[in-house]
């Protein structure tokens, strides 16, 4: 028997890996990077092959790790994590800047950065695992990082389908005001914690939301959420 909520006592962070190729840039969510080696200081991410970002790593063999503050606001990790870069300019609007590589990181909402350049790479299934030697290093500023618990748990976030923690939602709701889930983030706007960072105190019932309310993840609209059963 593979009892799969087993792996949710794995902890994990939140970061937004970026990478370039060409002229251009992009960047996206991740939640697997881990340091492997200290001499000499060598990290690995874990990428889906189906994303962009994974395309840019392979093309310019570089990439940077933006390890988030713990506030970091859901809008930063919806834009990184719920569209795509064939689609949109992940970086136009966002505050960033390069390293020494010439690789964004983010400089909002951001505690340090990371830039590596790949010395090995592992094919996982679904995902790439890209070994890089740290190559520039920075502290921005001090606080309390992200962790993937506390996004999902405090901040209700949800996970993108090519995710490497991702399984379909499972729990439900067990008392009190009804949640509601989004269908396109999988945010759960939970009515006893509202949504403070848009000005919905705490004890707001879904119903009693504005008819302008946005999700505060991805940008859809009330008309995308349905009631968890």
Known sequence: MVNTKALHKISYGLYIITSKKDTGFNGQIANTVFQISSEPATIAVSINKKNLTNEFIRAS??????VLDREAPLSLVGHFGFKSGREVD???GVDYKLTQG???YIAENTLSYLEAKVVQEIDAVTHTIFIGELTDAEVIKEGVP???AYYQQVKKGGVPATAPTYAPKQEQNA????????SVCGYVYDPAAGDPDNGI???TPFEALPADWTCPVCGAGKDSFEKES
């Open 102 to 104: 010439g690789v964004p």
């Open 175 to 182: 008392s009190g005001e009804d949640k509601y889930v989004c």
């Open 146 to 148: 992200m962790t993937y």
């Open 201 to 203: 105190p705490p004890g």
């Open 90 to 92: 992940k970086l136009a």
């Open 61 to 66: 063999r570089i990439f940077a790790v933006s």
